[in-house]
Each structure stands twice: as C-alpha cells, then as structure tokens.
C-alpha cells in the first residue's frame, strides 16, 4: 500500500478520536472581541499548539502581538520540497442570541450529520481537519512537503495585529504559496474553489456649511443644508444603470472573458432564492450582467451609513451644521485602493457645490486578490478535490474581503489558495452553527491529497 493510501486509512479509522478532539476546541469559548474570554483565548491558543506539539512539530510557541497571541509551528523535513504556510483563526465571534441555540453553543452537540457549536465551521473545524491531514502524513512515512503553521486569535476582530506580526516575522513565515483553509464550498456534493476576493476601500465624507446648528425657519432657504447636498452628492455617484460615476473609476477593472463568465455561470444560483434570503421586492445592480457577476466581478459603492441632524423622537427644526455618510466600495482586479481615494476625491472636486465645504477621509482599504488558475497550488487543489468528490469543481469568486490574503501577498510575496469545506448554510455568526460531518471527513482526505500532489 502507498504511502497515499496509508494516510488516507489512517484518517478513516480515526474519525471517533477526530470528532473527540473537535468537541475539546469547540467547547474552549475564545470570543476573541469579548474581554472577558481573554483566558479562554489563551487557553485556545495552548490547545493548538500542543496538537502541533505532539505532531512532531518544531519551533512552536504562543507567540504575541498587540492583542490575541498567534501560534506558529513548523514541520521541515522535506529538503527541496516546497514551503506551504497553512493559515487559520481560533477566535469566534459572540454567541448571541443565546436564546436562539437549540443546545448551548459551548457544549458541542451532535444531531444527525451536523456538530452544532460557536466556531464549528468558522473555523475550528477547518484548521483541524487540516492538522489531522498533515498528522495522517506524519504517521505514514512523513509529510511530503515542509509545512508551517499559523494560526491568529484576531480575524473576528479584522486581524488588527496580523499585519505587524507577519512583517516582524517574514523570514520565519518565508514560503512558496499560503493556504488558507478559512473557506468553504457550495454543498457537500459539488466542491468549489475561490480564486478571487474583491478589496476594499473605505471612506468617510464630510459635509459643512454653517458654523453651528441654525434655526430652520430663520435660516431655511437662504444656506444649502449639508444634509440635502450630501445625499444629492451621494445620489449622483450612480447613474440611471447602476454604473458608478466617479471619474475613472472603471479604467483598470478586470475584462473578464467569456471562458471565465461561463466557468462562473456553473456556480449554482437561484434569483429567487436570492430574493428570498434577503427580504427585498427586486434585484438591483449595475446593468448588463448577472446577479453572479455583480457579486464577484463587478465592483460596487455602497452607503453604510448617514449621520446628520436631529434623529430623536419628536421634533426639533433643525439645519445642521454637518453632515457625514460612511462609504464603502468593494473592489475588483485590478483597482488600486489609492487611485479609488483619488477618484472619489475628484468627483468631489467636479460635483460639490461652492456652497458647502467637504472633506473625504480614508478609513481602510485591501487589495482585491485574484489566483490564476494553472498555478501549481491552483492545480494541486483542484485534483485534490476531483480526486476525494468525484466531480469537478467549481470555480467561485467572493464578494467579501479577507485581509490575511492580502497581508501575505503584500508582505511575503506569495499568493493564496483558499480550501476549505464550510457550507453556505452553516450559520457562520448566527444561532446555531454547524459543521457537516461528512464534509469535514472528506475534508481531511481532500488535504491529505493536496499535500501529495504538492509534494510531486
């Protein structure tokens, strides 16, 4: 029997222990935004690295940043082989509401296929399976590539320290490509890969005209209310097609081809569905292209929030002094977060009236990532998954921001692939979150083979 084969039998035949150990780090409530868990965190974070401990791992440590500690372990007995740095998160978000678990969301509980629990698939579950996979390796001959492990206690929290920590460590972290097994698929019987995560930048805008709150009746009529000139200023940032107007915007954005425009259209959609989950009466978006599309493609600009006047019960007649909406824009190859501030900045320029001053502050931004497809991690990847599922995957573009993709691709030269098995109903965040057995087993195969391949 191959050495494959072996690794592959030995994780079947230790399911009982593998879902044991799950309900140990499920039940360890490292609610990373909550002070009040900052010893379950480190407690976590111990956990962890005494898995990595007595794997055989070398250099491990708890080491600290500027908030939750991260853990780190390396596994380098593969001389010529290439250098994967596996990445995932121990921190969950809150529990609330607590009155919407079936069962308490740190007792983890086992009904049918599923382990309920906070953290079971965001994302306990996946960097465990991917640990058992490489202790699969380490009882069959070896890994056959060098692996090292990172493993951050802040994403809940928009990893805050993880970009410091990575620059003090880079040549500790120093490797060919990232996984990144904080992803999912889009059910347990069609496998899928993200290859592309829209960036993000983040701004907010100011609007003044009088120096102080006036008297509506007294003044009304004779000042611009900055209320009115910012929402006219907002409005104008979209035209009749929900085409985003600001000066350049569209310059760099990503053509894609009709190769790739169908490969997206295999992901399963339902416009009906999607109108269902979200409660709307129609859909909107820019014209000319697919729900899909907008959501992974096209880039957007969305008010997040407007803030200005007298918002209390009652009446107050009011003109404000001030007004202030949050903007965010999520953005698609190949924009530049900086020329975005320029852009925005510039329609200001074009469109604001004399009779107001504005100003536009910076707020965040992350790059958008996009992962060719023949890149030898890319390829790995999805053989691993044909090979394990049965069928071929599909190829996904999210519409979310992950900053530790970009941290890396920024800081360590390398690119990411995202692999991982939640599903889009997990719950991720919300009461009751789940983790699909099967899934998480053939999870576990689908990277014990990813490590093969990656080894030849």
């Known amino acids: 029997m191959s050495s494959l084969n072996q690794a592959i039998e030995f994780a079947r035949s230790n399911h009982a222990r593998y879902l044991s150990e799950l309900k140990e780090i499920m039940a360890i409530p490292s609610v990373s935004t909550l002070p009040a868990h900052k010893a379950d965190m480190q407690r976590a974070a111990e956990w962890l690295s005494n898995q990595l401990t007595g794997m055989g791992f070398k250099n491990v440590a708890v080491l600290p940043t500027g908030g939750h500690p991260v853990v780190y372990g390396e596994l380098l007995n593969a001389p010529g082989k290439p250098t994967v740095l596996i990445y995932g998160h121990y921190d969950v978000q809150p529990a609330d509401p607590l009155n919407e678990w079936v069962t308490p969301p740190f007792e983890p509980t086992v009904r049918g ?56 460590n880079r040549d500790k972290l120093k490797c060919d490509f990232m996984l990144n097994t904080d992803s999912g698929i889009l059910r347990p019987d069609l496998p ?103 959501l992974g493609t096209r880039p957007t600009l969305e008010v997040n929030g407007i803030l200005s006047g007298f918002t209390g019960e009652g009446i107050k007649t009011v003109l404000p002094a001030k007004a202030m909406a949050k903007i965010s824009m999520r953005l698609v190859p190949y924009q530049d977060p ?97 983790l699909h057995l099967p899934n998480y087993y053939r999870g576990i195969e689908t990277f014990i083979r990813f490590f093969d391949l990656i080894g030849r």
């Open 192 to 294: 899928s890969i993200v290859y592309g995560l829209r960036g993000l930048a983040y701004f907010e805008i100011w609007v003044h005209a009088p120096q102080h709150d006036l008297h509506s009746g007294l003044f009304g009529g004779s000042i611009h209310n900055p209320a009115q000139a910012l929402c006219e200023l907002v409005a104008g940032m979209h035209d009749a097609d929900g085409h985003i107007t600001l000066p350049g915007f569209y310059d760099k954005v990503k053509v894609w081809s009709d190769e790739e425009r169908a490969e997206l259209a295999r992901v399963p959609h339902s416009d009906d569905e999607w109108l269902k989950m979200t409660g709307v009466p129609k859909l909107y978006g820019e014209k000319g292209y697919t729900t899909l599309e907008r």
């Open 338 to 434: 900086a020329q975005v501030e320029q852009q925005l900045k510039e329609y200001m320029q074009r469109n604001a009236p004399p009779t107001i001053r504005w100003e536009v502050k910076a707020m965040g931004t992350a790059t958008p990532m996009l992962v060719e497809r023949d890149t030898p991690g890319m390829k790995a990847a999805i053989a691993a998954l044909k090979e394990t599922f049965g069928v071929e995957p599909v190829f996904k573009l999210e519409g979310g921001t992950v900053p530790v993709v970009n941290m890396v691709k920024n800081q360590l030269g390398v690119d990411s692939v995202q692999l991982g098995f939640g599903l889009p109903d997990d719950n991720f965040h919300g009461p009751n979150e789940k």
């Open 113 to 168: 296929d599923n382990i309920y629990a906070r953290g079971a698939s965001d994302m306990k579950g996946q960097i465990h399976g991917a640990l058992k996979a490489l202790e699969s390796w380490v009882k069959n001959g070896g890994v056959p590539v060098n692996i090292k492990v990172m493993v951050e206690g802040e994403e809940e929290l928009g990893s805050p320290n993880l970009g410091a920590f990575i620059a003090q």
